[in-house]
């Protein structure tokens, strides 16, 4: 079972968003588990076969696991089909933690998908339901930033992923189909890179990744905070 799960609309968001940091938590030890609510395809350069080959190769450098549910792409939409799904993996996985996509962007599916997992979130701890698996609550949720539109928010708190930059760099890179192929991002993996330092900045640390809590965070000590 997960300790924690990462939901994204399409194969590349999680990364995109947080690769940095669900690379850190596997080398820290924990079990992460990335679901994908659909293919992301049709793209210009892209198909299923290759998105899936591509997304296994992502998740192998981040260390992680990996599930696609299969929901339509383009008109992904927050259902109580597609809570259900996905409530269905958090039942079956049961992780402590969840990650889902801000739900501020240009980009349907991903505001889409920000319901879907918040949805599923609640859904997930029903009783009486025909969904597989018992009731299950994942007690602490954050949102990452994976969006289309060129904004900045300020965050509940920075991950950390001085040592890890690279590896999310290199699992960005492994969707050749929508980056190395399609001249439109071909530079998307390098401007990430420089997004990570500039967060590191304001953290005092080398790189960064910004997330934002659901609910205010409970740390034991002040002292915990950097």
Known sequence: MADV??????PDDVEIGMGGTVAALVDSGADVLIVDLTDGEPTPFGTH??????????????????????????????????????????????????????????????VAAARIAEGARFFAKLSKTAMAGEPHFPRRAYRYMAVHLRIVREPTFLGDISTTLDRKIQAVAAYRSQFSDNPVNVTLPESLRRTALSWGEIGRVHAAEPFFALEPPVVGSVLDLR
Do not use: W
């Open 5 to 10: 799960v990462c939901i994204g609309a399409h």
């Open 49 to 110: 076969e290759r998105r899936m080959v591509e997304a296994a190769e992502a998740a192998a450098v981040l260390g992680c696991r990996r599930v696609t549910l299969g929901l339509p792409n383009r008109v992904l939409a927050d259902t109580p089909e597609a809570r259900s799904a996905c409530a269905e993996v958090l039942r079956l996985e049961r992780p402590d933690v969840l990650f889902m996509p801000y739900p501020e962007d240009a980009h349907p599916d991903h």
